[in-house]
Structure formats: structure tokens, C-alpha cells
């Protein structure tokens, strides 16, 4: 599509272009190459990648007419002496603005680190990133020394640095949530920092400037200070719970709900019974938008809670563990009958042949 866009006289005059976030743009057949290079005066993209070295190839492509440039990237991996020599011929003389999106884990960082550090003349940079504990280059939490030291020299013309950097580490030494505000104090911007250690000997970081200006949250644990009374997570759109130390109970979930109004994706990682059910048969806790659920890896109090407890209206997808959603089925809750009848798709950790007909008249419309 984008090369016959590319031909007419309506793509040749474009000054912007911009593809929705959930629309990634795939690879041309040919060396990898995008289809950019008939738009001379195009000056803004905003676009979604599947792989990093995309990004090198079309800012070899734009670098030199762009303005902006916002862009989100599904994969990081090695670059080799190829891509790095198309990385050293990057030349953005006129770009001033760049956003850069990483929420898959990205396990090598550092070419991003190269690319920003080609940058120079950005005045208003946006870093929304996921760093993997996979990583073979990082032995540490990302914070405000690394930011110091590898981007920030780099962009003498920098204005406005808004970030929220997620690093995960195998094996993480235990620090204090002091040290990591302490490596900003020479950054006179307002932030905040969340440290965290799992039972499974990981452990994570996150980092963000103020306001925040991300729209997903990962790795949220009990002690993640998600309720505050500035609202700060209020944007959020896209939730992932997970804590192999602690259940998450349901006055956790109320809290989410307040917390989180305009939430519509939720995943639950979390195999801990919870030790304080509730009884009741339906809770007042209200997700109004909530449209994708992921119960994948979960205890089943979970899925009873918000199948069973929850009027949740605007459900039109559920991932699940096939066991959970048997017996889900089985026990034949009236509120969980309520919020299946409207979901669209249903996907399972196992296939359901065996159990097609009862799945079938939960889910009339999957």
C-alpha cells in the first residue's frame, strides 16, 4: 500500500504522515528498505515499526528533511557492522522533535542509546522504554546517572525531556529507592522512581518524569504506589499486574479502578490465593472501559473476581487459562454468564475441542 501511495501526487506533496499506533508498518521484501523515498517534503511521521534497524533505514532515508519524528519499535536486537555504519551516516540537521517507543522488553539497548546520541539537535525528546533483564550489556538499574552520562550530553539543544524507562534485572542486587533519587538531584526536573524485588531473584526499576506521560503501565506490583492523590496514573490505558509476594486482593482492585479510570487492557500475573475473598455476590468495583482481560497465568480467585463479581460492560475480549475457564463455565455464575455473552474473542492456554458446545453458548458471539 505504502508503495503505491508512494507513485501518486498526493504522497509526493504530503508534508505528514501518520499510521495508527496498533498499525505496524511491515518490512519492504526489498533489503529491508521503506517505501519513504518518493515524499520530498515530508516533515512529520508518526509510525510503528517491527524491528529497530526499520528506524535506522528510514531516518537514512528522511533524517535530513524531518522535523518530527515519533516512532515505536516492536524489537531490539545486536547490530552488526552494517547497521552501524548506517547508523554513523544518520544526518538530522532540522529534526526538533522525537518520541521513541519500546514497550516490548528490549534486551540490547544500546543501539537506541547510539541513535539518540546521533540526535543533536532535538530540543524535545519523549523515551517510553522497556529494558529486558536479558540484557548482556547492563548490570544495573537505568537512572539518572545513565541518562547523564549517555543522552543528555549529546543534546546541547534539549528543552523538554519527558521519559519513563522500565529496567528488569536478573539477579538484582537489593539497593535503596535513595540511591536511584539521588542519581537525579543534578537534574532539576520533577520525577519519580519505583524500586522493586521479586521472589523469582528479579528485580526492577522504573523511572519517570512529571507529569507522567505514558499510557501503559508493566510489572505492577502491591508496593507500586499506583494511589496518589495528584492522579498521576490517571492516563493509563494499559495494565499489567504482577507480584509472586503478594495476592492482590480486591481492595487492591478498587483501588485501580479509582486510580485508573480510563483503563482497557488488564493482564494478571499472579498465582497467590488471595487470603481475603469476598463474599459478596457482586462488588461495586467498576471498570467501565476495561475491553481486553488476560488471565493466562493466574490463581483462579482472580478470574472468579472479575468474571463473577464484576459487571464488566465493555468486555469484548478474554485470554484465559483453559482449567480456570472450565470450571468458570461449570459452576455457571449468572454475572459471569452476563460479561461473556458480549465477548467478541476468546483465547485459551490450551484449544477447547474437547469442550467446544458448553464454551459455545458462554460465548455466544466468540
Same mark, same amino acid.
Given at each position: 500500500?505504502?508503495?503505491?501511495?508512494?507513485?501518486?501526487?498526493?504522497?509526493? +506533496?504530503?508534508? +505528514?504522515?501518520?499510521?495508527?499506533?496498533?498499525?505496524?508498518?511491515?518490512?519492504?521484501?526489498?533489503?529491508?528498505?521503506?517505501?519513504?523515498?518518493?515524499?520530498?517534503?515530508?516533515?512529520?511521521?508518526?509510525?510503528?515499526?517491527?524491528?529497530?534497524?526499520?528506524?535506522?533505514?528510514?531516518?537514512?532515508?528522511?533524517?535530513?528533511?524531518?522535523?518530527?519524528?515519533?516512532?515505536?519499535?516492536?524489537?531490539?536486537?545486536?547490530?552488526?557492522?552494517?547497521?552501524?555504519?548506517?547508523?554513523?551516516?544518520?544526518?538530522?540537521?532540522?529534526?526538533?522533535?522525537?518520541?521513541?517507543?519500546?514497550?516490548?522488553?528490549?534486551?540490547?539497548?544500546?543501539?537506541?542509546?547510539?541513535?539518540?546520541?546521533?540526535?543533536?539537535?532535538?530540543?524535545?525528546?519523549?523515551?517510553?522504554?522497556?529494558?529486558?533483564?536479558?540484557?548482556?550489556?547492563?548490570?544495573?538499574?537505568?537512572?539518572?546517572?545513565?541518562?547523564?552520562?549517555?543522552?543528555?550530553?549529546?543534546?546541547?539543544?534539549?528543552?523538554?525531556?519527558?521519559?519513563?524507562?522500565?529496567?528488569?534485572?536478573?539477579?538484582?542486587?537489593?539497593?535503596?529507592?535513595?540511591?536511584?533519587?539521588? +542519581?537525579?538531584?543534578?537534574?532539576?526536573?520533577?520525577?519519580?522512581?519505583?524500586?522493586?524485588?521479586?521472589?523469582?531473584?528479579?528485580?526492577?526499576?522504573?523511572?519517570?518524569?512529571?507529569?507522567?506521560?505514558?499510557?501503559?503501565?508493566?510489572?505492577?506490583?502491591?508496593?507500586?504506589?499506583?494511589?496518589?492523590?495528584?492522579?498521576?496514573?490517571?492516563?493509563?490505558?494499559?495494565?499489567?499486574?504482577?507480584?509472586?509476594?503478594?495476592?492482590?486482593?480486591?481492595?487492591?482492585?478498587?483501588?485501580?479502578?479509582?486510580?485508573?479510570?480510563?483503563?482497557?487492557?488488564?493482564?494478571?500475573?499472579?498465582?497467590?490465593?488471595?487470603?481475603?475473598?469476598?463474599?459478596?455476590?457482586?462488588?461495586?468495583?467498576?471498570?467501565?472501559?476495561?475491553?481486553?482481560?488476560?488471565?493466562?497465568?493466574?490463581?483462579?480467585?482472580?478470574?472468579?473476581?472479575?468474571?463473577?463479581?464484576?459487571?464488566? +460492560?465493555?468486555?469484548?475480549?478474554?485470554?484465559?487459562?483453559?482449567?480456570?475457564?472450565?470450571?468458570?463455565?461449570?459452576?455457571?455464575?449468572?454475572?459471569?454468564?452476563?460479561?461473556?455473552?458480549?465477548?467478541?474473542?476468546?483465547?485459551?492456554?490450551?484449544?477447547?475441542?474437547?469442550?467446544?458446545?458448553?464454551?459455545?453458548?458462554?460465548?455466544?458471539?466468540?
Amino acid at each position: 500500500m505504502i508503495a503505491t501511495l508512494g507513485r501518486s501526487s498526493l504522497m509526493r +506533496s504530503l508534508q +505528514s504522515f501518520e499510521l495508527d499506533d496498533n498499525c505496524t508498518l511491515a518490512e519492504r521484501r526489498t533489503g529491508g528498505q521503506l517505501l519513504f523515498d518518493r515524499i520530498p517534503r515530508l516533515t512529520h511521521i508518526r509510525i510503528s515499526l517491527w524491528h529497530f534497524d526499520q528506524c535506522i533505514h528510514l531516518l537514512n532515508q528522511l533524517g535530513s528533511q524531518l522535523h518530527s519524528f515519533i516512532v515505536t519499535i516492536g524489537s531490539v536486537s545486536k547490530h552488526g557492522p552494517i547497521l552501524s555504519s548506517k547508523m554513523r551516516s544518520i544526518w538530522c540537521p532540522n529534526l526538533k522533535q522525537m518520541t521513541m517507543t519500546i514497550y516490548q522488553n528490549c534486551s540490547n539497548y544500546e543501539p537506541c542509546i547510539s541513535l539518540l546520541q546521533r540526535l543533536s539537535n532535538v530540543e524535545y525528546l519523549t523515551l517510553l522504554l522497556a529494558i529486558d533483564e536479558d540484557s548482556t550489556t547492563l548490570n544495573h538499574f537505568i537512572d539518572g546517572f545513565v541518562l547523564e552520562k549517555n543522552i543528555l550530553p549529546y543534546m546541547s539543544h534539549l528543552h523538554q525531556f519527558s521519559f519513563h524507562i522500565r529496567s528488569m534485572l536478573k539477579n538484582a542486587s537489593h539497593i535503596t529507592i535513595d540511591r536511584i533519587r539521588q +542519581s537525579f538531584l543534578r537534574q532539576q526536573q520533577p520525577f519519580d522512581c519505583v524500586l522493586d524485588h521479586f521472589n523469582n531473584n528479579s528485580g526492577q526499576c522504573q523511572i519517570y518524569s512529571l507529569p507522567f506521560i505514558g499510557t501503559r503501565l508493566d510489572f505492577v506490583s502491591n508496593r507500586f504506589p499506583l494511589f496518589d492523590i495528584n492522579k498521576t496514573f490517571s492516563n493509563v490505558t494499559t495494565l499489567l499486574l504482577f507480584d509472586d509476594v503478594k495476592p492482590f486482593e480486591s481492595i487492591f482492585f478498587e483501588h485501580v479502578a479509582r486510580a485508573l479510570p480510563r483503563l482497557k487492557t488488564l493482564e494478571i500475573i499472579n498465582q497467590l490465593e488471595q487470603r481475603e475473598k469476598t463474599t459478596t455476590m457482586k462488588t461495586n468495583i467498576n471498570f467501565a472501559h476495561l475491553a481486553v482481560l488476560i488471565l493466562y497465568d493466574i490463581h483462579i480467585d482472580y478470574a472468579k473476581q472479575f468474571l463473577c463479581q464484576m459487571d464488566l +460492560s465493555s468486555l469484548i475480549e478474554l485470554a484465559i487459562n483453559k482449567d480456570i475457564l472450565l470450571t468458570i463455565v461449570a459452576q455457571n455464575h449468572p454475572q459471569a454468564r452476563d460479561n461473556c455473552s458480549r465477548v467478541e474473542t476468546l483465547l485459551t492456554s490450551k484449544p477447547l475441542d474437547e469442550s467446544i458446545d458448553p464454551i459455545q453458548n458462554f460465548f455466544p458471539l466468540a
